[in-house]
């Protein structure tokens, strides 16, 4: 019998960059609008230290996100990796 295939919908994407970020709050509304503007749920840390955190949605909402956080000059080297659920994991 053939094994069932899992539908994995939602990616996942751990992020981070470590960089000198002068003005964080600042940057706070502007990425959270990104974030609402593509639905996607879960946690940024934004310090004076740079990015961390796990974000997740639809593939081409995260990568749309992940593209205009790269648009900032601090994280024009964002780095992230990658992994899918079936369920959306954040409530938030």
């Given at each position: 019998?053939?094994?069932k295939t899992e539908i994995k919908e939602f990616l996942i994407a751990a992020l981070y960059r470590f960089t000198p970020?002068?003005?964080?709050a600042a940057m706070q509304e502007p990425i959270k609008d990104i974030c609402a503007k593509y639905g996607i749920k879960g946690s940024l840390l934004l310090a004076t230290e740079g990015i961390n955190g796990t974000i997740a949605?639809?593939?081409?909402a995260?990568?749309?996100t992940?593209?205009?956080l790269?648009?900032?000059p601090e994280f024009?080297?964002?780095?992230h990796k990658e992994s899918w659920a079936k369920e959306l994991p954040f409530y938030r």
């Amino acid at each position: 019998m053939p094994q069932k295939t899992e539908i994995k919908e939602f990616l996942i994407a751990a992020l981070y960059r470590f960089t000198p970020v002068s003005d964080p709050a600042a940057m706070q509304e502007p990425i959270k609008d990104i974030c609402a503007k593509y639905g996607i749920k879960g946690s940024l840390l934004l310090a004076t230290e740079g990015i961390n955190g796990t974000i997740a949605g639809y593939s081409n909402a995260v990568e749309a996100t992940l593209s205009e956080l790269r648009a900032f000059p601090e994280f024009r080297e964002l780095e992230h990796k990658e992994s899918w659920a079936k369920e959306l994991p954040f409530y938030r």
